[in-house]
């Protein structure tokens, strides 16, 4: 997952950067951290940054803005699939080199960071951190061409995977994404000044900035005091544009638009093909939502059946995503802590229960106990995404294929598994239907077309 965000030409561009991080928190919250710097001062060339563990909240006050001057800036939001959840594994990572000073933050995944990583070391290279941003770093530094453009160039074509970078210099911005396009990237012109680069489009309302167009697959814009607008290099634009289809499932935050698609309408039409599925088939009494990425499906659900939408669980809000704690462990206990049903309101009623997807099973099976125990008569589990199969390495935290439940277990084995009354999963084709057939999304998770070559 992770936020990445960039801002040039804005006085506040710290403080603008922190409130895109603080709307994109869902991202990740294992760390944040922003570089920030002056566009066109010559005497203050320098790179400024500050990183931590935890919420934007927590890591940015009055203190760090005192740090992070300057008109231009990056930030980050990390949610760990490469290294681990060190604060060294905290972003931006900012570097010295021959040509001056970089910071870099990156959200995806590359495939082929092992083979670069050890190339690299191998060569003489000595890594900071566990993280395959780093990569970049190294190859930029020790790329002999004579303009930083040209180095970063030659070294993106070196990385194979799922990427957008936004790379600070001391005087620019450089924006990348990958020429799959798999994760999402904005552009945004800022109301008070200058321009916004960011992950998902929900922040551009708190910034108060206006949404421009997405970065292209493949393309590279340069932000600097040379040209009004962003310099626009297409680096490759010969691969299928395959953007990430659980950006729409469960990533994004329901009022983002991601590629010109609406997430919350995209979801609510997943939970509407659930319920053409089930139609004369069930006589629940209420269709309730797993909150809070089940919600725009349920409605979806409870519109296209005229059963009533109904809030049978309540979410604290105070503890984070079930994912977000790495050992199974305290996952378990998170389950319990976030979730609790509302038992006069369920209590003898037959329940159609939606949840975004089904990954090892914990959480299903704990809601159906939970809800069972509160006195549901019957629990009918939808899943508005297909069966997860196969593990993602474009950019999202999978566990292992024996982890994935559904890889393991068959449809009714699943259903046993987290004792549920039945279980239905949203097709392939009604995924497809759901986010648009104008495109080849990525379905890595679910066919296991791993198309990164
Ligand atoms: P599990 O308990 O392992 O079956 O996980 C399923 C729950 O985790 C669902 O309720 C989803 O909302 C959430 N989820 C699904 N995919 C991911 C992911 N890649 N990272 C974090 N959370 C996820």
């Known amino acids: 997952m992770c936020a990445i965000v960039g801002i040039y030409g804005n006085q506040d561009a710290s403080k603008l950067a922190s409130a895109a991080l603080f709307a ?110 780093e990569n970049l770093i190294h190859l930029i530094a020790k790329s002999s061409k004579d303009r930083l453009r040209d180095r970063i160039v030659k070294s993106v074509k070196k990385l194979k995977g799922a990427y957008n970078f936004i790379i600070q210099s001391r005087s620019k911005l450089f924006v990348l994404r990958d020429p799959h396009g798999i994760r999402p990237l904005s552009i945004g012109k800022l109301k008070s000044g200058g321009w916004i680069i960011a992950s998902e489009t929900c922040c551009f309302d708190l910034v108060d900035a206006t949404f421009v167009r997405d970065v292209k697959p493949g393309e590279m814009l340069i932000f600097s005091d040379e040209t009004p607008e962003p310099e626009s290099i297409m680096l490759d634009d010969t691969q299928e544009f395959r953007p990430c289809a659980f950006e729409y499932i469960y990533f994004a935050r329901p009022d983002s638009i991601i590629d010109g698609k609406s997430v919350y309408a995209t979801r609510e039409a997943m939970g509407r093909a659930l319920a053409k599925k089930d139609q004369d088939m069930l006589d629940a009494d209420m269709v309730i939502p797993v909150p809070d990425s089940g919600v725009p499906s349920a409605l979806g659900y409870s519109k296209q059946s005229g059963i009533p939408f109904e809030l049978g669980i309540i979410r604290n809000h105070y503890v984070g995503r079930t994912f977000i704690e790495p050992t199974q462990a305290m996952r378990n206990m998170k389950v319990k802590m976030k979730l609790s049903p509302m038992k006069s309101l369920i209590e003898g009623k037959k329940l159609v229960v939606i ?6 099973g ?70 497809r239907d759901a986010i648009g057939r104008d495109r080849n999304y990525s379905l890595v998770s679910f066919d296991g077309d791993y198309f990164v070559k």
């Open 362 to 431: 914990t959480t299903s099976k704990r809601i159906v106990k939970m809800l069972k125990d509160a006195g549901a008569k019957e629990v009918h589990f939808r899943v508005a995404s297909p069966e997860i199969k196969f593990p993602c390495y474009y950019g999202i935290d999978t566990p292992t294929k024996e982890e994935l439940i559904n890889a393991v277990k068959t449809k009714d084995e699943v259903c046993k598994y987290i004792e549920a009354d039945t279980l239905e999963y949203l097709s392939i084709d009604d995924l």
């Open 355 to 360: 949840d975004d997807s089904i990954v090892r």
């Open 24 to 133: 994109m928190q869902h991202r990740g919250h294992e760390a944040t951290g922003i570089s920030s710097g002056h566009s066109n001062d010559e005497d203050s060339k320098k790179i400024f940054t500050v990183k931590g563990r935890g919420f934007v909240r927590d890591v940015f006050d009055e203190e760090a803005f005192k740090i992070l001057k300057g008109d231009m800036a990056i930030g980050h939001n990390r949610y760990s699939t490469a290294g681990d959840d060190s604060i060294f594994d905290a972003q931006p990572i900012q570097a010295k080199y021959k040509l001056g000073e970089i910071s870099i933050v990156h959200n995806g995944n590359l495939i082929n960071k092992d083979e670069v990583r050890n190339r690299l070391i191998s060569e003489g290279s000595i890594f900071q951190t566990g993280m395959d941003t």
